[in-house]
């Protein structure tokens, strides 16, 4: 009885873990740390350590183990619904809150930013600006917070609708992209533009596609700007709520739906994130996925070992001998023949079977002798 009460204690420090396709997913919640088990916001650190938002406080994870920030250990700082994170240049964290304004934490201090009419809002994103202003955007219009604390209505100043602010974004080449609910815009040198011909889109959250171009979540799906001008329309008719784009190009969607999805080379594929899955959606600096949901946080890897099946066009799942020749190719014999590939793909091939214990094959069409 002993033993079997220390396995259960021990096993609730650890993540659950669940294999989906090619890829791995590690998940935890309370039970294993978390304040609440709705994560709002993802962000990593200059120093490595993932940031975890979530409706009662705020986490560090080390990959090991989570330090909550809530009101029972850090008085004078209301740190509930946090709906977006910043990682700063010089190692400062700053935590956008549901209704408490914007908090700046560095080197083991907290410090709320603004002055009174800045402790009253509801921050949904936020991008520093190259003289060191902060740009907030909420749910009704855009602000930017100067280096001295003076709060001023960015969106009367440019003429921005008064609509929700989405996401904020550098642009590479030069000024800022606005998303919001007519479109995004894009201020450079004082002056607002709309962008592109979005403004039929209600835009959710856009990323660099690295290319030059931009892949932009909305609530039709996904449109992809590619830098030479094409426009790509993906996941036509689900609102996509948050995208990024993987070192291999795949790009990783939030659906409020509900669902996490990888889209690559024209495949989806659905991941096993339990819950109802939230904008918190991350792509870490060792190309680890990380996701919130209202069941947690779940991380996405690529798994140590696949298998291939019938699925990946193989003729069987009864595999009986493999090599790999000089040219690369792997060569499959299994019950319904052979298959090579030196891509991926599993044709149809043949296979000759030479007495009950033995399976020969030969190369085709040209062979002229049992390979194998």
């Known amino acids: 009885m002993w033993l079997v009460t220390l396995v259960l204690v021990v096993a609730g420090f650890f993540p659950s873990w669940a294999q989906a396709g ?39 994870f080390n990959g090991r183990s989570f330090t909550v920030f809530d009101r029972q250990n850090t008085p004078g700082v209301e740190l509930s619904g946090i709906l977006s994170i910043l990682a700063e240049a010089d190692g400062a964290m700053l935590f956008g809150t549901a209704s408490d304004g914007v908090y700046r934490y560095h080197k083991g201090a907290w410090q709320p930013l603004g002055g009174a009419d800045a402790r009253q809002l509801s921050v949904v994103a936020m991008l520093r600006d190259h003289d060191g202003s902060l740009w907030i955007a909420t749910n009704e219009r855009l602000l930017r917070l100067s280096v001295s604390g003076v709060l001023e209505d960015a969106s009367a100043a440019m003429g921005l609708p008064v609509v929700p602010v989405t996401a904020l974004r550098h642009d590479p080449s030069g000024g800022m992209l606005i998303a919001t609910e007519v479109g995004i815009f894009r201020l450079a040198q004082q002056r607002l533009q709309p962008w592109r011909n979005s403004q039929a889109w209600r835009v959710r959250d856009l990323v660099d596609d690295g290319a030059g171009g931009w892949v932009v979540a909305a609530d039709d799906g996904i449109h992809w700007l590619h830098g030479n001008g094409r426009v790509e329309h993906l996941k036509r008719g689900e609102r996509v709520d948050a995208v990024r784009r993987d070192a291999a190009g795949a790009l990783w969607m939030s659906l409020s739906a509900g669902r996490l999805e990888r889209y690559a080379d024209g495949v989806v594929e659905r991941l096993p994130v339990h819950g109802q899955v939230s904008p918190a959606l991350m792509i870490d ?24 099946t019938v699925a990946d066009g193989l003729r069987s799942n009864y595999i009986r001998a493999v090599m790999q020749t000089p040219d690369g190719a792997i060569w499959i014999g299994h019950s319904e023949g052979w298959s090579a590939s030196t891509t991926g793909n599993w044709p149809r091939c043949r296979c000759l079977r030479m007495r009950s214990a033995m399976l020969r094959c030969w190369r085709w069409p040209n062979a002229t002798k049992p390979y194998g």
């Open 22 to 60: 090619r890829h791995t997913v590690a998940s935890w919640d309370m039970a294993q740390g978390l304040p609440h088990n709705l994560v709002q916001s993802l962000a990593q650190g200059t120093d490595g350590f993932i940031w975890i938002g979530t409706w009662e406080g705020v986490v560090r």
């Open 285 to 308: 600096r060792e190309g680890l996925v990380w996701s919130g949901s209202t069941d947690g946080l779940f991380r996405i890897d690529e798994g140590a070992a696949s298998g291939l």
